[in-house]
């Protein structure tokens, strides 16, 4: 009996895991892909339309704080990989506002996107954000101009503001540098500011 009960938590945990990796592997923005793509099967678009899980339901919830806490969202290439020198964010701006003192540059316009957070003096071992701080990742080591032109189109044509689609946009790199043996620095790191991205 027990051995039985055993094996049907294992199915359980293993659909439970498949369906959570496939949820959090799917882009936020793929209902709208899936609802454009007429060439798709009738099987492909009910499978879909099941994993279409809004943001806010607790299952969402449930998925996200299961893939952070395992730690699926990360690239296992590795065993024990070497401690990040930076923590970095993007944001994606219509305008700059450059502080020549400081050196900190932040968003003068209208913020498209951004996954920094000003509040925060800490970061965060379990953060929903994982999955915006992974693509920033790999769209910052890219550093390819097309990449960087394709992130703020979507995000300049995808706001409730009716943005031009040429309308001029910055990418700001925030990189904050970690010297953990030095006290006198914030938890977060040093700041400091780029330009990775102009649209001309």
């Not at 293993?14 to 496939?22: D, L, P, Q, V, W």
């Not at 449930?62 to 290439?77: E, M």
């Not at 498209?112 to 925060?120: A, E, I």
């Not at 032109?149 to 700001?172: G, M, P, R, V």
């Amino acid at each position: 009996m027990f051995v039985a009960i055993k094996n049907f938590l294992i199915v359980i945990f293993c659909i439970f895991h498949i369906t959570a990796i496939a949820w959090w592997t799917l882009p936020h923005s793929y209902a709208d892909l899936v609802s454009e793509n007429p060439d798709q099967t009738y099987l492909e678009y009910k499978l879909f339309e099941w994993l279409r899980i809004p943001n806010n339901s607790q299952l969402s919830h449930l998925f996200s704080h299961y893939i952070n806490v395992t730690g699926s969202q990360q690239y296992w290439d590795f065993f024990a990989p070497q401690s990040p020198k930076f923590h970095q964010y993007v944001s994606v701006c219509t305008g700059l506002d450059i502080n020549k003192a400081s050196g900190a540059i932040n968003c003068a316009g209208t913020t498209l996107f951004s996954n920094l957070k000003h509040n925060d003096t800490n970061y965060k071992v379990f953060s929903d954000s994982s999955r915006y701080y992974r693509l920033t990742e790999t769209l910052i080591n890219q550093n390819d101009p097309k990449l960087f032109k394709a992130f703020s189109h979507y995000y300049l044509t995808h706001q409730a503001d009716n943005f031009s689609n040429t309308s001029a946009t910055e990418i700001i790199l925030h990189q904050f540098e970690l010297y953990p043996d030095l006290k006198d620095l914030p938890n977060t790191g040093y700041r400091t500011d780029t330009i990775l991205w102009e649209s001309h």
